[in-house]
């Protein structure tokens, strides 16, 4: 018989310094298991310990390479399934495909729906996540779900730097409610940059409303892909006056030239969290403040495992 409330912690391949900092975090050592790959790229996953009736937490992220990260996701929760865990619960630091989660025109899917229904399909029980593209995504399971806000996280390093007549910028009318809920825990102004989407990933921002000048200014969005939106928000709030701009992400993706419009950008900082792990270069950039989440997973984890209420990690 197992001993009550023990839990193994797994990773994939997608983000394992962010495991291994949540297992530190945990006090635990994470699971053996093996990934490799055939010679053709189909991906070959076992687990190398028993994991009959415990509680599984497996660790992996939608970054860089989704489509495979997503593959060997669901390979891995299938394993558990039929070693017969007693609990399989997936940390999902970056949702992927939750921008399209909703039928904004004709014939397209909603991609967002399409990964829940794969989650449960493969066998998950449970999902954590942070800072979901679209909070209503949790709809899409009937499993349960916790989206975790990067709010703990952020606002003590916002209230560190001491910033003068702080003012929270929503980058959309989508994005209202968390700047919202974020100026009001740092004790800050709203206002939010009116954009429209002509395109994917193609931005133009068209008015600022609320007042910005003579304040600093930071931009709060839950990420940045091509950083073409961000810079141009930037810019925006530069010309109405702003004194500092800053930006923080939960998620980085910064893909395509988003590194090089960053860094050519009025932008003072860009602070992000380890959702998606950074490279070189942009470990490397002076504007990049990269911040850990490892420590809420962590304590999230902890009191799922043990039955305790999540709810106050929220706030």
């Known amino acids: 018989m197992k001993k009550e409330n023990t839990m193994k912690v797994f990773t994939g391949s997608s983000n394992p310094a962010l495991a291994k900092e949540i297992a530190d975090f945990l006090k635990i050592e994470l699971g053996k298991c093996v ?16 994991v009959r009736g415990e509680d599984v937490f497996i660790i992996q ?27 399989i619960s997936v940390v999902i630091p970056y949702y992927c495909y939750a921008r399209q989660d909703w ?26 996540t942070i800072d979901l593209h ?5 709809g899409f ?3 349960p779900v916790d989206n975790l806000s990067v709010a703990p996280v952020l606002s003590n390093y916002v209230q560190s730097l001491e910033l003068k007549d702080l003012t929270i910028i929503s980058p959309d009318a989508g994005g209202v409610g968390r700047a919202r809920f974020f100026a009001k ?5 709203l206002a ?40 141009k928000s930037a810019e925006a709030l530069k010309k109405e006056g702003a004194r500092k701009v800053l930006a923080a992400c939960t998620h980085p993706v910064l893909s395509g030239k988003a590194m090089e ?21 942009q470990r490397s950039s002076k504007k990049i403040v990269p911040l850990s989440v490892a420590p809420l997973f962590g304590e999230a984890i902890r009191r799922i495992n043990k039955g305790y209420s999540v709810s106050s990690l929220f706030i």
């Open 185 to 189: 825990i740092v004790s800050a102004e």
């Open 141 to 143: 399971f009937s499993i």
């Open 35 to 50: 990934l490799e790959q055939f010679s053709d790229g189909e991906i070959h996953f076992y687990i190398d310990e028993n």
């Open 61 to 87: 992220s939608g970054s860089y390479e989704a489509n495979f990260h997503l593959v060997e996701l669901f390979l891995m929760i299938d394993a558990f399934k039929r070693a017969s865990a007693e609990r």
């Open 103 to 128: 039928k904004d025109r004709p014939r397209v899917p909603i991609s967002a729906r399409l990964v829940a229904d794969l989650l449960e399909a493969s066998g998950a029980n449970r999902v954590l």
């Open 261 to 281: 419009k960053i860094e050519n950008s009025c932008l003072e900082k860009l602070i992000v969290t380890n959702t998606i792990p950074l490279n070189e270069s």
């Open 134 to 138: 679209s909070p209503q995504i949790q």
């Open 192 to 231: 939010i940059i009116d954009k429209r989407r002509p395109a994917p990933n193609v931005a133009k921002v068209l008015n600022v409303i609320g007042e910005v000048k003579d304040r600093d200014v930071l931009i709060l969005d839950d990420m940045v892909d091509t950083g073409g939106t961000l810079v």
